[in-house]
């Protein structure tokens, strides 16, 4: 068996890796910080130990997720990840398993907060520079039922809301920060603004990278990879598998050869659809 292409389009210094905790918007926050210049990955909490070790990301985002800190098996960071020297932001679930490891206190909020809320700014902090300052208050987008009640050593309060008295807390010595909203959407106005700031002014990312550049790097990669040999690519017509054999066609042409495998459970058509 020949050895599996991969393909790594970024230096060190414009790389972020985002644990995923199971959210139905995780894939926004990728979005957000791509459009912005910055490579990212996204990878499942259960497998981010070794992430950090391979991906080696020049700062972290913790996303939201369904479940609870309080729950005895609840989903968390990687208890070294607070000891690598890189920014790590914890948004909404992400920002509560952070404190918690840390040291902060969680409970189940009487007042949950699903839908609009208004943040008011009490501090300012690197994360907000240019964007909001103290006094100002600013939409964003809550969905949460637990809540940080108690923050760790070290940490700011620097927003907070009517249901949240900690919706946003930062740590500049270390660069650790916390939203207990959801930057990502577009219902948080200055959410993308935020996003860009960790990337750019926290983590100090190049952003300087693109979907095209990743394409030309990714077709070299893979034409330097396989030289003279050949590569045969299982082909099911998803967006995965279709992209795959686009970058890995236009890298070596004729020597790619795809399988699919019509199984009879495909809908009426799509076998001949995918082959042509």
């Known amino acids: 068996m020949g050895k599996p292409i991969e393909v790594i389009s970024a230096d060190s210094k414009n790389r972020i890796l985002i644990i995923d905790f199971g959210s139905q918007v995780t894939q926004l926050i990728a979005r957000r910080l791509r459009e912005a210049g910055i490579y990212c990955e996204i990878s499942p909490f259960s497998s981010a130990e070794i992430k950090l070790d391979t991906f080696r990301p020049q700062a972290v985002i913790l996303s939201g997720g369904p479940s609870s800190v309080l729950l005895n098996e609840a989903p968390r960071?990687?208890?070294?990840?607070?000891?690598?020297?890189?920014?790590?932001?914890?948004?909404?679930?992400?920002?509560?398993?952070?404190?918690?490891?840390?040291?902060?206190?969680?409970?189940?909020?009487?007042?949950?907060?699903?839908?609009?809320?208004?943040?008011?700014?009490?501090?300012?902090?690197?994360?907000?520079?240019?964007?909001?300052?103290?006094?100002?208050?600013?939409?964003?987008?809550?969905s949460h039922g637990d809540r940080v009640v108690e923050l760790p050593p070290g940490f700011d309060v620097v927003a907070n809301s009517e249901g949240a008295p900690f919706a946003a807390i930062a740590d500049d010595q270390r660069r650790f920060y916390g939203l207990q909203f959801h930057p990502e959407v577009i219902h948080t106005p200055h959410g993308a603004d935020l996003l860009r700031a960790f990337a750019l002014k926290v983590a100090e990312c190049s952003a300087d990278w693109s979907m095209s550049a990743f394409r030309t790097t990714a077709i070299e990669k893979i034409r330097n990879q396989v030289g003279d040999g050949h590569v045969i690519c299982g082909l099911s017509g998803g967006v995965d598998s279709s992209v795959a054999a686009v970058l890995i066609h236009q890298a070596i042409g004729d020597q790619l050869t795809c399988v699919l495998v019509d199984h009879g459970l495909m809908r009426t058509g799509e076998a001949d659809d995918v082959a042509n």
């Open 77 to 142: 960071a990687p208890d070294r990840l607070f000891e690598m020297g890189i920014p790590v932001l914890g948004i909404c679930y992400g920002q509560q398993t952070m404190c918690e490891q840390l040291g902060g206190v969680i409970e189940t909020s009487s007042e949950r907060e699903f839908g609009r809320a208004e943040v008011h700014v009490t501090k300012g902090c690197k994360l907000f520079a240019d964007i909001w300052g103290p006094g100002d208050r600013a939409p964003v987008w809550m």
